[in-house]
């Protein structure tokens, strides 16, 4: 439904229909267990229990796949758990290519919890073609790209690492977190499954937790299907209905991160406190022409920048800004803050932190849709 239009369009309209029985415009929160059945084993639809299926998320699942351009939608409780659920195509011995800078939460899942089940992974920098394609072994079923990476907002060609993944023999996966399915689709990149945390961008108001893949393949699809099913890290219907509420408004949101990311990028370039600036929109990231070749429309609304005078230095500024919130998390319309070494990205050991840049002075900016000139004066004022 509305797959042949604009992207605007989809986001209020793909995958919902008004309510037949009564015309509600709105998706009603189906709060149910479970279905009656008109004989045994006589079902409407698939709906015989609500782990396997329900309404309010399936309209969600095909609004989000909708937006991604493909053809398969799979909600979860949570990122983490859609994560899991792609690993759960693996079995004992084999090997997963890891980007190098990479959501903790995607690190610690492989590292600690699918790692004692006999499944590896190798950590590499994709930005290094190279060293990407040195990185396969016979025994890799599973590249898993994040682009922009987090937190150093590295951009990996997601064309060119999936043309090396699938000569390889290789599934592909992109974690769209940081782009959102308005600034960047990697199905049409050449990935398999894309992941959101909807957490993030698509929940976009900080008061909801989930995650969801997207799949064109079929058989993909059917696998991962029955692993949301089986293992049952499934979202409730009523964090289904406020994600619907909020892909309606994900596309004009975005436009606006985008827009005050760029102005402030530019300032923190410009204040003698700040030893670097990390971009993607900004001409002097490095990998920005990869960026503005497969990014659309925008570079997104996360900014990393380093503070001359390391810890103390990065700690005063976070005290001290009042609009920008101190928190963990990201993509919400308020503007939030962190230090990856302490909070986000402290289950990364400091060695390996230090060899990726994650240095004491770094700080993320996850910059939000106030207006940018509050935003900016209340930079200014903490790094005064």
């Keep these: 439904m509305h797959h042949n239009k604009g992207f605007a369009t989809r986001c209020i309209h793909a995958g919902q229909r008004p309510d037949p029985t009564t015309g509600a415009i709105m998706t009603p929160v189906y709060q149910t267990s479970t279905y009656v059945q008109q004989s045994p084993g006589v079902i409407i639809e698939d709906y015989d229990y609500a782990r396997s299926a329900n309404p309010t998320r399936k309209a969600l699942e095909e609004n989000i796949a909708s937006l991604e351009g493909g053809r ?48 590896t992974y190798t950590r590499v920098d994709m930005t290094d073609l190279d060293a990407t394609e040195a990185a396969f072994t016979a025994k890799t079923k599973l590249c898993w790209i994040e682009t922009p990476t987090n937190p150093l907002l590295k951009i990996i060609d997601i ?38 945390s909807c957490t993030k961008y698509i929940g976009g108001h900080s008061d909801v937790i989930g995650g969801v893949l997207v799949a064109n393949d079929d058989d993909i699809a059917q696998r991962l299907k029955f692993t949301q099913n089986a293992v049952g890290a499934v979202s409730a219907p009523w964090d289904c209905f406020l994600l619907l509420r909020s892909t309606k408004t994900l596309h004009v949101r975005v436009q606006r991160h985008c827009e005050n990311a760029t ?31 497969q990014m659309i429309g925008g570079y997104g609304g996360m900014i990393t920048a380093t503070l001359k005078g390391g ?74």
């Design 263 to 293: 102005k402030i990028a530019d300032f923190l370039a410009e204040q003698p406190q700040i030893e670097q600036v990390i971009y993607p929109g900004r001409a002097d990231h490095p990998q920005h022409a990869i960026a503005k070749k």
């Design 72 to 119: 398969h939608g799979l909600m979860f409780a949570s990122g983490l758990a859609a994560l899991a659920a792609c690993v759960h195509l693996l079995q004992t011995g084999d090997h997963v290519v890891l980007c190098d800078d990479v959501y903790g939460g995607t690190f610690r899942t492989l590292d600690k919890v699918f790692k004692q089940f006999g499944i």
């Design 159 to 196: 064309e060119a690492v999936a043309r090396i993944a699938k000569a390889k023999g290789s599934i592909v996966g992109v974690d769209n977190t940081f782009a959102s399915p308005v600034l960047q689709n990697p199905l049409k990149l050449g990935a398999d499954i894309v992941l959101h």
């Design 311 to 384: 810890l103390p230095a990065a700690r005063s500024f976070l005290e001290r800004v009042k609009l920008f919130s101190l928190a963990e998390s990201l993509g919400g319309v308020e503007s939030l803050i962190e230090h990856p070494a302490i909070m986000t990205h402290a289950s990364i050991d400091k060695p390996l932190r230090e060899a990726l840049g994650i240095t004491d002075g770094l700080v993320r900016f996850s910059v939000g849709i106030e207006d940018v000139g509050d935003l900016i004066a209340d930079i200014a004022e903490a790094l005064d």
